[in-house]
């Protein structure tokens, strides 16, 4: 009995819980498990695998803890708030720069600005900067980067999908040029806002 | 921006630290390394100078420069925290190299002593009173540091103080006074009744207690007034009727966004009528 149970929980382990297929030896996402929600039904349950929403919020968390002087401030919690007005693509690098710029609106005080770049890779290998949600959909891999305004310096990269090392470092290297545009339009747009009064 | 881009590394210039004085009125971005006037000779074109070396030891002329807000040592240099337009003050007698700071607009208040603030008391507990001043902590306020502090003449919960910090600094809670060192009021302790206590950002209260305000000068020339600021971005105003004080905090909120010949033209419409 004892090995008949133990056989079959080792299926259960190889078939996985999980959509994608995965090597053995990996690890899986975090689970979340809940029996019994409804009172109606005879039974019921609710299994949450991955939360992407989290991780979208924990990535631009960790760029902004990078960069904010937070022994400035101790004992006190910086609340930034995101609303996406519409999703035309990239959406994870519009939501770094606004979050830069709502920053430095708020006078927090910082150690370098950041701008999020996202770039995207499609199956013959062309690499295509912040691509629409249809050049997202259809491409290989989409990769987005936070960077730091003093030396370029990657902060946060988030990537999804199928690349090469050399992809990568071309991608990289791809966003470091467009991120100048980036900064550049965050200090035109600051002056003009200082220049009103 | 959805063409392909060139995968040709461009060459990334790193923005080289520049000297301070180049940049006075110009505005400054966080991340920005400033430069002191006595570190300009070593740098050069290039940073690669050669120079003899001395054999006699000269004390190098050290200039003691004060580091304001929105700025930071780091090193020898000077790093921008904040965005804004930088500005200098020379020193008035002696030694020393002056100041320098960030003029930002900002609308959240950090406590720093020796401001004036006004607050408003929302609790009392022991021997000290709990007052709102925007920050994000309430600042303490003891029952005996008003002039004349007696039994009876105490603020209660809900009205306005007019203080000035003595302790407020990053690590402690911050600590509020209604007199000055001599131990007189000199125009602190509870604000009257009536009037209106509105909010605006830190660098319009900043520029209306600039000393040649004219804004200030006109609207006292408006009506009969009596005005209160608290480097905290409040303003606490009273006219004779409420119909005139909501005109006066009316115009002091929207001379944030007018140039000064709008506001001449108010001012001569209001005068009118």
């Keep these: ?197 | 921006m959805a063409e392909p881009a060139s995968v040709a590394a461009e060459s990334l210039a790193g923005s080289r630290a520049r000297a301070a004085r180049t940049v006075l009125g110009q505005v400054v971005l966080p991340g920005e390394e400033l430069l002191l006037p006595e570190q300009e000779d070593a740098e050069g074109p290039g940073g690669a100078v050669e120079r003899p070396l001395s054999l006699n030891a000269r004390a190098c002329s050290r200039v003691r420069v004060v580091c304001g807000p929105g700025l930071r040592r780091c090193g020898d240099r000077l790093l921008v925290t904040k965005c804004g337009r930088l500005r200098h003050k020379e020193p008035g007698s002696g030694s020393g190299g002056g100041v320098y700071w960030v003029d930002s607009q900002q609308k959240r208040y950090v406590p720093v002593k020796g401001d004036h603030v006004i607050g408003i008391v929302t609790a009392k507990s022991g021997d000290i009173f709990k007052v709102d001043v925007g920050g994000s902590e309430p600042a303490s306020l003891s029952y005996l540091s008003f002039e004349g502090a007696t039994k009876r003449n105490r603020p209660n919960v809900g009205d306005l103080i007019y203080g000035q910090f003595v302790v407020a600094n990053k690590d402690m809670e911050p600590e509020m006074v209604c007199i000055d060192s001599c131990g007189r009021a000199n125009g602190m302790g509870v604000i009257g009744q009536d009037g209106l206590l509105f909010k605006v950002t830190l660098g319009l209260i900043r520029k209306l207690l600039a000393p040649d305000c004219e804004i200030i000068q006109e609207v006292g020339k408006l009506y009969p007034l009596e005005i209160v600021f608290g480097m905290n971005g409040r303003i606490w105003v009273k006219a004779k009727t409420i119909q005139q004080t909501l005109i006066l905090a009316n115009i002091l909120e929207a001379c944030e966004h007018m140039t000064s010949d709008q506001r001449k033209q108010i001012f001569s419409r209001l005068a009118e009528s």
């Design chain 1, 1 to 197: 009995m004892e090995e008949e149970t133990h056989t079959d929980a080792k299926i259960r382990a190889e078939n996985g819980t999980g959509s994608s297929p995965r090597g053995p030896g990996c690890s899986l996402r975090h689970f979340a498990c809940e029996q019994n929600l409804l009172s109606r039904p005879d039974g019921s349950a609710s299994f949450l695998q991955g939360v992407a929403e989290k991780s979208r919020e924990r990535l631009i968390r960790n760029t902004c803890e990078a960069v904010v002087l937070g022994t400035l401030h101790p004992r006190t919690s910086i609340t930034v708030v995101l609303q996406v007005v519409s999703d035309a693509g990239s959406l994870l690098a519009c939501c770094l720069n606004a979050a830069c710029m709502a920053l430095v609106d708020a006078g927090v005080p910082m150690r370098a600005l950041f701008c999020g770049v996202a770039c995207a890779l499609d199956s013959d290998g062309t690499l295509v900067l912040d691509p629409t949600s249809k050049q997202e959909k259809e491409a290989r891999a989409v990769l987005t980067f936070a960077l730091d305004s003093v030396e370029r310096k990657l902060l946060m990269s988030s990537t999804k999908g199928l690349y090469s090392d050399t992809e990568l470092q071309q991608c990289l290297a791809a966003a470091q040029a467009a991120s100048q545009h980036v900064f550049r339009f965050y200090r035109e747009s600051l002056q003009r806002r200082y220049s009103k009064s």
